[in-house]
């Protein structure tokens, strides 16, 4: 079992940076690759990123390749999500998220976190 609960989310001006958190409870957090996904009101949830349990592979949407950062401390079971440059259509609730295997699709994810808005004004 693995409970996460992301933290870092609030509302910036378009050009502005965030970093956005996500720390794990459970002894098997290292053994999980994360992932970060948003939603939009009306839309659907989408894959933003994700990194390996080791952190040696990050995947990257291409809407966000360049600008978004995701990293992990497996010491201090933490993943995070550095966005610099974020635009308008950046804002959306964050969610990470654990799977034991990976992927870009939310069905491949095992645990989520509830969730963190993210607002970037115009």
């Known amino acids: 079992q693995v409970q996460l609960v992301e933290s870092g989310g609030g509302l910036v001006q378009a050009g502005g940076s965030l970093r956005l958190s996500c720390a794990a409870s459970g002894r098997t957090f290292s053994s999980y690759a994360m992932g970060w996904f948003r939603q939009a009101p009306g839309k659907e949830r989408e894959f933003v990123t994700a990194?390996?349990?080791?952190?040696?592979?990050?995947y990257y949407a291409g809407s966000v390749k360049g600008r978004f950062t995701i990293s992990r401390d497996n010491a201090e079971n933490t993943v995070y999500l550095q966005m610099n440059s974020l635009k308008p259509e950046d804002t959306a609730v964050y969610y990470c998220?654990?799977?034991?295997?990976?992927?870009?699709?939310?069905?491949?994810?095992?645990?989520w976190g509830q969730g963190t808005q993210v607002t970037v004004s115009s």
């Open positions: 990194i390996s349990w080791n952190g040696g592979r990050t």
């Open positions: 998220a654990a799977s034991r295997y990976s992927g870009t699709y939310p069905g491949a994810y095992d645990y």
